[in-house]
């Protein structure tokens, strides 16, 4: 079956798509923490609560879309290419691409709490310290080593 685009190209559009979110789930929390450390009503609040969202809509879940789309069509298109029979190629999917799932599913569903947090901090609801925000920044990136490797390495 042809492909409008090929697997070289959707494979580092999907790579771009990647860091561009991953970017942006690492900005995100530190916005959040800087948003929490001022006081209530300060007119900084304003700026980063709206950049956080801009962040959000404009950078953080279309990257999400296309890492998702790119994804799913690099899956079948590398692992079930033979649309007679998917269930038998998909039967011979290796561990290590589960394992990757499984950390991307991570990711998205962080990405989920972060769009949570973020509306409860437009709110005026300030649930975590900056401390525990600037936690937070770091693990989607230590996510993102182990998707890489898995991807790169195969085990």
Do not use: C
Not at 121 to 136: E, I, Y
């Amino acid at each position: 079956m042809e492909h409008v685009i090929s697997y070289d190209l959707a494979r580092g559009l999907h790579v771009i798509a990647v860091i561009a979110w991953i970017a942006g789930l690492l900005m995100l929390p530190r916005f959040y923490g800087a948003i929490t450390a001022l006081a209530p009503g300060d007119p900084a609040e304003t700026v980063l609560l709206q950049t956080a969202k801009n962040i959000r809509g404009l950078i953080v879940t279309p990257f999400l879309v296309l890492t998702w789309a790119f994804g799913i069509f690099l899956f079948f298109t590398y692992f079930a290419p033979d649309w007679e029979a998917p269930a038998e190629r998909l039967e011979h999917v290796p561990s290590w691409f589960w394992v990757k799932l499984a950390l991307a599913l991570s990711l998205t569903a962080y990405h989920g709490l972060l769009s949570i947090e973020g509306r409860r901090l437009a709110r005026g609801v300030r649930r975590h310290s900056k401390a525990f925000w600037a936690v937070m920044s770091v693990v989607p990136f230590l996510v993102a080593i182990a998707i890489v490797l898995l991807a790169t390495t195969e085990p």
